[in-house]
């Protein structure tokens, strides 16, 4: 028995692509824009779920202090954070002269 197809994101944003590009054509009737407008919104919810696994399966290595790698879930929140930070101290001491 073979397994089914792994769903791709890029198959699912290709469908709402084409959605879009035969609802801008005008030359749908009324019932098939409307048929259109229901596949395309499927494919971009498929997206949405898509990319909400790869968000969950998304994992950072930490360093402790006593040295030891544990892995962490990836949190949006503190990584736009240090990146805040990171770029404050670039600016503070730029080039990491004199250090």
């Given at each position: ?5 792994k769903?791709r994101?890029?198959d ?35 997206c ?38 990171a ?10 002269a004199?250090?």
């Amino acid at each position: 028995m073979a397994l089914p197809k792994k769903e791709r994101f890029e198959d699912h944003l290709a469908a709402v692509e084409k959605a879009v590009a035969d609802l801008e054509g005008g030359k749908l009737t009324l019932e098939e824009s409307l048929q259109t407008y229901e596949t395309g919104i499927q494919a971009l919810q498929k997206c949405y779920d898509i990319l909400k696994d790869a968000e969950k399966k998304i994992e950072i290595l930490m360093k402790g202090q006593g040295g030891e790698v544990t892995v962490q879930p990836f949190d949006v929140k503190k990584s736009d954070e240090a990146g805040k930070e990171a770029r404050a101290a670039r600016k503070t001491n730029p080039g990491g002269a004199g250090t």
